[in-house]
């Protein structure tokens, strides 16, 4: 059953990597979308200056602050809301948040009082967590995928994950920005733009884009504006937020986080995660959100493969003696700055102690072409779009065509810069899961990302797990072009419901990249010990500048769509979703 808080409501020669190895914003969206930050705006005044004594703090650090006495959850929430006010909705303005919470000092005040009484309840007691905009809260917040059509009543119960970090003592923070309906209304969409917060931004540099549609959650954690944010992932939406922002990012099995009470885009592929700034951190917070859920049925699936407690998995040892997976595929298809770095960190994994195994996906092309994953995700939204908006109320739409004709009545704020392609074309699917194409498209999707995919080469090669770099470093945001996507290594695990795990790995020019690290379905345990372990052998992790820009003096490159090897083709799938 899901837990419940009744204590609150609320060839020949060199190859390509011998050489590699010698060379060793747009802010608004118009007048409704700033009255409807209202809540964060009010702050905007109230800190002249970001306060840093805390940054970078994690939640075991924060725990024992809280412990000694020296630290109160309330003086916590107070230090994030004033880093938010200064730096987030005033300053650099990375407006990575939505919304905060109106009850959140009072949440972490009976918090505080609980803990003097009777103990923490865990790791999370007291420890602030934003949520993106697309998972439900039973409280004065809003739930609306970023979305102006989604503005109204707020939704009439907790979503699973809400529910289980109050649970666990957690204090629901806030709402973060992200790309409007998870990144899948527009072929031609900006990453981080929603109509109803305008641009999310990169804190290393305001004029980067922070990736994928949980930017706003990537670019918070990142900017130590919480100790924990939530995201969601249908494909690269947690792990590329994660690459661009230099965070951690957990893209769990699907089935081991529930899903209900998310605003979906396919209960194929659809999980929820956290950011953090470091492994621990993001492997306490994944203990807390794990369960069967009788909201959602794809649980069943990780009854008995299931933890309460992924620290314990922690070990900066963790890749010695490993044998490791590395997909070489991905190196020469975007940027050779990213091909440098990702040997660097290959570099630290064999000093670490692992073994490395080059490995081939024999169905990469047809994986990256997104044909059979589009078929899927398209009928998955229309269907799974309408049951969840048969659940709220108070709200402008009741069904995707709504939406539609919401959109097309408010283009003005809706869409001044990409229009609703993906929303026409699924609206034309039947949305029946019975259909002999959709069960075609998914029963291939298994094929190619699982048994001749991810658990191929697991087996075949004897590897624990599979290492590719993320994706490039962030583009300069471009609300008039689209985002600049050159390639991401999420989709094998994507369309197969498998598991990612990001860390730092190094940068480039100024801006982070990150390690992606997948595996087998539930193999969470194996991938966090990896990641722990690589975490401790590169500490890649600073601290992002909030730069107004690089300063490069380059000129920012137009989109590229064409398809190339191991890359996206663009007139098919998007990515970051």
């Not at 075991?60 to 730096?87: E, H, N």
């Not at 009470?261 to 917070?285: E, K």
């Not at 064999?350 to 490995?359: K, P």
């Not at 109320?393 to 810069?417: C, K, R, W, Y």
């Amino acid at each position: 059953m899901p837990e419940t808080d009744p204590r609150s409501s609320a060839g020949e020669g060199l190859s390509r990597r011998d050489i590699l190895k010698m060379g060793g914003a747009m802010a608004g969206a118009g007048a409704a979308a700033t009255a409807l930050a209202g809540p964060v705006a009010a702050l905007a005044s109230a800190a002249p200056s970001a306060p840093t004594s805390l940054n970078e703090a994690t939640i075991v650090q924060l725990q024992a602050k809280m412990a000694s006495g020296s630290l109160s959850s309330a003086q916590l929430v107070d230090y994030y809301l004033d880093r938010i006010a200064a730096l987030d909705q005033s300053g650099p303005r990375v407006n990575s948040v939505l919304e905060v919470n109106p009850d959140a000092r009072t949440i972490a005040q009976a918090l505080d009082a609980e803990r003097k009484q009777s103990g923490p309840r865990g790791p999370l007691h007291g420890i602030p967590v934003l949520l993106k905009d697309n998972v439900d809260t039973h409280d004065q917040m809003q739930t609306a995928a970023g979305s102006l059509a989604l503005v109204g009543t707020p939704a009439t119960r907790d979503s699973t994950v809400a529910a289980r970090l109050r649970a666990a003592g957690a204090v629901i923070l806030g709402k973060t920005n992200l790309s409007e309906w998870a990144n899948f209304r527009s072929f031609f969409s900006s990453s981080g733009w929603s109509g109803r917060g305008g641009q999310c931004n990169n804190p290393y540099a305001i004029d980067r884009n922070p990736c994928g549609s949980s930017s706003g959650s990537g670019a918070a954690a990142s900017a130590n504006f919480t100790a924990v944010s939530i995201g969601t992932e249908t494909d690269g939406s947690i792990v590329c937020p994660a690459n661009e922002n230099g965070v951690v990012g957990i893209k769990p099995t699907v089935g081991l986080v529930s899903r209900a009470g998310v605003v979906p885009i396919s209960h194929t592929q659809d999980t929820v995660g956290p950011h953090t700034r470091t492994v621990a951190d993001a492997a306490a917070v994944l203990g807390a959100l794990t369960g069967v859920d009788p909201r959602d049925p794809a649980t069943a699936a990780s009854a008995g493969r299931l933890y309460h407690d992924y620290t314990q998995f922690l070990d900066p040892n963790g890749v010695s003696g490993v044998r490791i997976g590395v997909a070489r595929e991905y190196e020469g298809v975007g940027s050779p700055h990213t091909d440098a770095v990702f040997e660097q960190a290959l570099s630290a994994l064999q000093a670490a102690g692992a073994t490395l195994v080059d490995v081939s996906f024999p169905h990469l092309d047809e994986i990256n072409s997104g044909s059979s994953e589009f078929t899927v995700l398209l009928n998955d939204f229309k269907h799974d779009l309408n049951a969840y908006l048969s659940s709220r109320t108070g709200v402008p739409i009741g069904s995707l065509a709504d939406a539609i004709a919401f959109n097309n009545a408010h283009a003005a704020q809706e869409m001044p810069f990409f229009a609703q392609e993906i929303f026409e074309l699924a609206q034309t699917f039947s949305g029946d899961l019975s259909d002999p194409t959709y069960q075609a498209a998914v029963a291939r999707d298994r094929v190619i990302g699982g048994s001749e995919g991810i658990d191929y080469i697991l087996a075949h090669y004897n590897v624990k797990a599979i290492v590719a770099p993320t994706d490039t470093p962030a583009w300069p945001t471009d609300l008039i072009n689209a985002d600049h996507f050159v390639f991401g290594s999420s989709s094998a695990a994507a369309i197969v419901g498998y598991p990612i795990v990001v860390v730092p790995m190094g940068f480039s020019f100024g801006m982070p990249l990150g390690l992606s690290i997948m595996g087998a379905a539930f193999s969470e345990p194996t991938l966090i010990k990896i990641a722990s372990g690589f975490e401790h052998a590169i500490q890649a992790r600073q601290q992002p500048q909030f730069l107004a820009t690089l300063g490069l003096g380059a000129p920012a490159q137009p989109p590229r769509r064409g398809k190339r090897k191991g890359a996206v083709n663009w007139g098919v799938m998007p990515r970051r979703i």
